[in-house]
């Protein structure tokens, strides 16, 4: 069963910083582009950012310099390092792998980030 599971979500500050983390089950991970999407109340679901089987990296506009995506083949853990959070960062994030033999694309369930004073 291909799944992915997110954590590391959660309610900051302005200014403050968090690290989301996706684990993906072996059997996709090494075969698929990873990436972050977000969905924030009202307003469709949007790229926050991407990385290549090869740790080839892509950004939104409106993340660039503040955040970071990363992968660990070794854990099978893709990461999104979240810096000088502002409150419309505030949404739910999800985990995402593009199978690159397959063409399917899976999903994470979703984890709940808060920015506000």
């Known amino acids: 069963q291909e799944q992915l599971v997110e954590s590391g979500g959660g309610s900051v500050q302005p200014g403050g910083s968090l690290r989301l983390s996706c684990a993906a089950s072996?059997?996709?991970?090494?075969?698929?582009?990873m990436g972050w999407r977000r969905q924030a109340p009202g307003k469709q679901r949007e790229f926050v950012a991407g990385?290549?089987?090869?740790?080839?990296?892509s950004y939104a506009d409106s993340v660039k310099g503040r955040f970071t995506i990363s992968r660990d083949n070794a854990k099978n853990t893709v990461y999104l390092q979240m810096n000088s959070l502002k409150p419309e960062d505030t949404a739910v994030y999800y985990c995402?792998?593009?199978?690159?033999?397959?063409?399917?694309?899976?999903w994470g369930q979703g984890t709940q980030v808060t920015v506000s004073s």
């Open positions: 990385i290549s089987t090869v740790g080839m990296t």
């Open positions: 072996g059997s996709i991970f090494s075969i698929s582009a």
């Open positions: 995402l792998a593009a199978s690159t033999t397959t063409g399917k694309t899976t």
